[in-house]
């Protein structure tokens, strides 16, 4: 495992018609809010499911977005962590 524990944020402008918010996998932490949708990853679990073969890609900002692309989030940046954690104290 890579062991990385590192945690990138995105914000998410608008999903495709085939986006079903329950049915995310448990390594994405997503909340929805008046700006679209904002996207924590979990490393401790992301690192597992890239181990037993649930999950492409490496641990990049580039890798997510492709990742959160397929899975039906659009028009994707990344925020800094601070900004998605001081938003959630908000929320």
């Not at 495992?1 to 986006?19: G, K, L, Q, W």
Request: charged fraction near 25%.
């Amino acid at each position: 495992m890579s062991h990385t524990d590192r945690i990138y944020c995105f914000r998410a402008e608008s999903v495709r018609s085939h986006f079903n918010e329950t049915q995310l996998p448990d390594w994405l932490e997503v909340r929805a809010n008046w700006q679209g949708y904002r996207v924590a990853t979990q490393p401790w679990v992301a690192d597992v499911a890239r181990e037993i073969g649930l999950l492409a890609g490496d641990d990049t900002p580039d890798d997510w977005i492709r990742h959160l692309e397929s899975l039906g989030l659009q028009k994707i940046h990344q925020i800094s962590c601070e900004d998605y954690y001081e938003e959630t104290l908000f929320w």
